[in-house]
T-cell receptor, first 119, second 114 residues
Framework: AQKITQTQPGMFVQEKEAVTLDCTYD???????LFWYKQPSSGEMIFLIY??????QNATEGRYSLNFQKARKSANLVISASQLGDSAMYFC????????????????FGTGTLLAVQP | DGGITQSPKYLFRKEGQNVTLSCEQN?????MYWYRQDPGQGLRLIYY???????QKGDIAEGYSVSREKKESFPLTVTSAQKNPTAFYLC?????????????FGDGTRLSIL
């Protein structure tokens, strides 16, 4: 079964410190993609970073980096130099392929981690 | 500006009533999706569409219907058969249905029962 697991319901971090949000996944498909999204209290989902299963290097986007450990099936998000505006829900998601019409971008999501950045 | 527009932001449904949530995108994306989010939970896929005039059921399609008559539009109808419709609904789109492309989301619609 394909599944995303986020085991941290909530996290606190001091402003300017780094924080790691955990994500583990389960799939038997050798070709998959892992995404992280941020959801502020206003509700919109903001795409942060993507890691492909065949990518040799860990993905980075500004203050966001993805610690991809394929053998452990983990794709943890690292936020460096936390800012107050980083306070939000963070979701890990995985692209799953469907047989209909070839590959799709269907995503399955974890339950999320609520990050609170303290001044 | 290019983006995804969902309307209305808040919607109230009476018992036995069908309501339609609007989703429009001007990103020229091929694929569009509808998700439902319940409090404290992740997103669950309701329906998705890879091309015009075609759509597929997601994991929780019962009580919902969609249409895709135009590339830019993917409205979702919450029918009276959906017994627990109170939730936050998010529409998304992506550039290609094949390959791995990030999905971009609208701001969502909050639906409540009166």
């Amino acid at each position: 079964a394909q599944k995303i697991t986020q085991t941290q319901p909530g996290m606190f971090v001091q402003e300017k410190e780094a924080v790691t949000l955990d994500c583990t996944y389960d799939t038997s498909d050798p070709s998959y993609g892992l995404f992280w999204y941020k959801q502020p209290s206003s509700g919109e989902m903001i795409f942060l970073i993507y890691q492909g299963s065949y990518d040799q290097q860990n993905a980075t986007e500004g203050r966001y980096s993805l610690n991809f450990q394929k053998a452990r099936k983990s794709a943890n998000l690292v936020i460096s130099a936390s800012q107050l505006g980083d306070s939000a829900m963070y979701f890990c998601a995985m692209r799953v392929r469907e047989n209909y019409g070839g590959a799709t971008n269907k995503l399955i999501f974890g339950t999320g981690t609520l990050l609170a950045v303290q001044p | 500006d290019g983006g995804i527009t969902q309307s209305p932001k808040y919607l109230f449904r009476k018992e036995g009533q069908n309501v339609t949530l609007s989703c429009e995108q001007n990103l020229n994306h091929d694929a569009m999706y509808w998700y439902r989010q319940d409090p404290g939970q992740g997103l669950r896929l309701i329906y998705y569409s890879q091309i015009v005039n075609d759509f597929q059921k997601g994991d929780i399609a019962e009580g919902y219907s969609v249409s895709r008559e135009k590339k830019e539009s993917f409205p979702l109808t919450v029918t009276s058969a959906q017994k627990n419709p109170t939730a936050f609904y998010l529409c998304a789109s992506s550039m290609h249905s094949g390959g791995v492309q990030p999905q971009h989301f609208g701001d969502g619609t909050r639906l409540s029962i009166l």
